[in-house]
C-alpha cells in the first residue's frame, strides 16, 4: 500500500514524537544519549545511548491507539536485521570499545495525539559481544 504525501508525513511527524517521548523516557532512567536517528548503508538506529558500562541500541515504534494492535507488530525480521547491521557499523565507528551492548525496544502508543504508553523491553535482540569485529 502505497501512502500519500499527507499520510507520510503524518506517520513520520508520529515516530518523531514517539522518539522524543523515548529520548526522554532514558535520560530519566539515567541513561546518557549518544545518537539519534544514526543511518548508514546497512540501516537506522533510532537512538544510541549508554546505560552506565552498556551500549544500548534503542528501536522505536509508535502508533496510533487501535485495539489489539502492539506497535511492536510492525518491527519485521528485516527490520531486526537492518538494526544489527547498524549497530555492528556504529560499534566499529567508535572504535569497537570493550562495552557490553544490548538491543531495546520503545512502544510508543498515542491517542488523540496524547501519549497513552510507552513500554520498554530490554534485550529484544540477542547482544553484541565485547570487542566485536
Known sequence: MLLTSRARKS???L????ENAAVKHLEY???TILARNFRCKPGELDIVALDGNEL????????????????????????????RNAAKL?????????????????????????LIS??????????LPPAYT
Open 29 to 31: 532512567c539515567g541513561m
Open 56 to 83: 544500548v541500541f534503542v528501536e522505536v515504534k509508535s502508533l496510533r491507539y487501535r485495539p489489539g494492535f502492539t506497535p511492536a507488530a510492525n518491527l519485521s525480521m528485516h527490520q531486526r536485521r537492518r538494526n
Open 90 to 114: 556504529y560499534y566499529k565507528l567508535i572504535g569497537s570499545p570493550p562495552l557490553v551492548s544490548r538491543f531495546d525496544l520503545v512502544e510508543v502508543i498515542f491517542w488523540n495525539n496524547i
Open 15 to 18: 515516530g518523531t514524537k514517539g
Open 118 to 127: 510507552l513500554r520498554r523491553t530490554e534485550n529484544y535482540l540477542l547482544p
Open 11 to 13: 506517520t513520520r511527524k
